[in-house]
């Protein structure tokens, strides 16, 4: 069966830190992969996608993710975090359009 | 502007009473999406739907009920089978039916209190 493990529950960086939110999952075949970003009281928001090609992929909002096979898992990355960064982070990988959805990492920016 | 709304943004419901969540979206997607959220456990599938008129169980699908009878709106029925419904309620559309994987993108969310 397919399942994704944030294993970070809580994240703290000071803000102008990098930051790097860990993703592994478990599929059998090629998968499509996600990372969304929650704000509080919020619906989620896509960051981006891995579907096929390059495994490094360009997000909004200057994040990037690699997909990288031989380790089952997609990391979040981002140089330098801004306080507008604080928010709840899901990955999510998908077969068909079946969705499964990481518990999430709670990112908290300090100045 | 295209996107998904859901209404209200704020329920409060008395026990043993059945309450409906509002879905509508206007991007003109097939497949459309009701998900649960409880705080630590990520989102749970509770049911979608492919196209007008069919949809199926998710993983949580007990207590409660949907329709789809029009291709813009999902609304989704909490009913008093419920045990412990207060969480916050995500509705989601995607592009394709048929099984084809694209992305999926979600409403604003209801959050749902029982008293």
């Known amino acids: 069966a397919q399942s994704v493990t944030q294993p970070d529950i809580h994240i703290t960086v000071s803000e102008g830190a990098s930051l790097e939110l860990r993703c592994n999952y478990s599929?059998?075949?090629?998968?499509?992969l996600f990372w969304y970003v929650q704000s509080p009281g919020q619906g989620l928001q896509l960051l981006l996608k891995?579907?096929?090609?390059?495994?490094l992929v360009q997000g909004i909002k200057g994040f990037e993710a690699e997909f990288k096979r031989s380790q089952s898992s997609f990391n979040l990355r981002k140089p330098s975090v801004h306080w507008s960064d604080a928010a709840e982070y899901f990955c999510?990988?998908?077969?068909?359009?079946?969705?499964?959805f990481g518990t999430g990492t709670s990112l908290t920016v300090i100045p | 502007d295209g996107g998904i709304t859901q209404s209200p943004k704020y329920l409060f419901r008395k026990e043993g009473q059945n309450v409906t969540l509002s879905c509508e979206q206007n991007?003109?997607?097939?497949?459309m999406y009701w998900y649960r959220q409880d705080p630590g456990q990520g989102l749970r599938l509770i049911y979608y739907s492919q196209i007008v008129n069919d949809f199926q169980k998710g993983d949580i699908a007990e207590g409660y009920s949907v329709s789809r009878e029009k291709k813009e709106s999902f609304p989704l029925t909490v009913t008093s089978a419920q045990k412990n419904p207060t969480a916050f309620y995500l509705c989601?559309?995607?592009?394709?039916?048929?099984?084809?994987?694209?992305?999926?993108?979600f409403g604003p969310g209801t959050r749902l209190t029982v008293l």
């Open positions: 991007l003109n997607h097939d497949a």
């Open positions: 891995y579907f096929s090609g390059d495994t």
């Open positions: 599929y059998g075949a090629t998968p499509y």
């Open positions: 989601a559309s995607s592009i394709p039916s048929g099984g084809d994987t694209d992305t999926q993108y």
């Open positions: 999510a990988v998908a077969t068909g359009n079946q969705f499964y």
